[in-house]
């Protein structure tokens, strides 16, 4: 399994401007979450999904902000209109039960890193 | 609030010495605990776990120890590689939420020759 995909792995956009991050979620995990990573507040949960339904989007900073997941196999984040300081990296992880560990293992995409000019 | 800290937001070590990276939290309701490890670039990979019913968790090189009662878990890497240079996120897992993982700050680990 090639993990999970982001794209793009860099935005550059000007204040005022719409943002769409996409994730492909890996195969067979039904939780897809949407993180962001910032300095003061480290890796910050936006919103996540079970089965393709929103569960918790309590995260997800102002109305801005807007997520969906159409299918099992894909996901995006959408900013508008996008801000400054929405500069960061945002990272989409999926998860499947590991019973080892007696929690859903998260494994993370490689991030999307989002400028706002 | 942040449920999950890590006050120590960088650490330096050098190589072959022992590293301790320090976490705290507040919710009594975490079962599980994990650790993360990040490189620039790319996105965090689980590292290690401990159950809320143990105190220690060893593999390899790395082991993690629980106290409940000072609600405070580490995490020991010894010895200390320069390959082990990241950032190390600490995260639990709500017992009313399974599905979830509540993370820390993070704390950048430097590890020099």
């Known amino acids: 399994d090639a993990g999970v995909i982001q794209s793009p792995r860099h935005e550059v956009t000007e204040m005022g401007q719409e943002v769409t991050l996409r994730c492909k979620p890996i195969?067979?995990?039904?939780?897809l979450f949407w993180y962001r990573q910032t300095m003061m507040r480290g890796l910050e949960l936006l919103i996540y999904f079970n089965n393709n339904v929103p569960i918790d989007d309590s995260g997800m900073p102002e109305d801005r902000f807007s997520a969906k997941m159409p299918n099992a196999s894909f996901s995006t984040l959408k900013i508008q209109p996008s801000e400054p300081r929405d500069s960061a990296v945002y990272f989409c992880?999926?998860?499947?039960?590991?019973?080892?560990?007696?929690?859903?293992?998260?494994?993370f995409g490689p991030g999307t890193r989002l400028t706002v000019l | 609030d942040q449920q999950v800290k890590q006050n120590s937001p960088s650490l330096s070590v050098q190589e072959g010495r022992i590293s301790i990276l320090n976490c705290d939290y507040t919710?009594?309701?975490?079962?599980?605990f994990l650790w993360y490890k990040k490189y620039p670039a790319e996105g965090p990979t689980f590292l290690i776990s401990i159950s809320s019913i143990k105190d220690k968790n060893e593999d390899g090189r790395f082991t993690v120890f629980l106290n409940k009662s000072a609600k405070h878990l580490s995490l020991h890497i010894v010895p200390s590689q320069p390959g082990d240079s990241a950032v190390y996120f600490c995260a639990a897992s709500p017992r009313y939420n399974t599905d979830k993982l509540i993370f820390g700050t993070g704390t950048r680990l430097q590890v020099f020759p």
């Open positions: 195969s067979g995990h039904d939780y």
């Open positions: 992880a999926s998860s499947s039960w590991a019973s080892a560990l007696g929690v859903y293992e998260q494994f």
């Open positions: 919710n009594s309701m975490f079962d599980y």
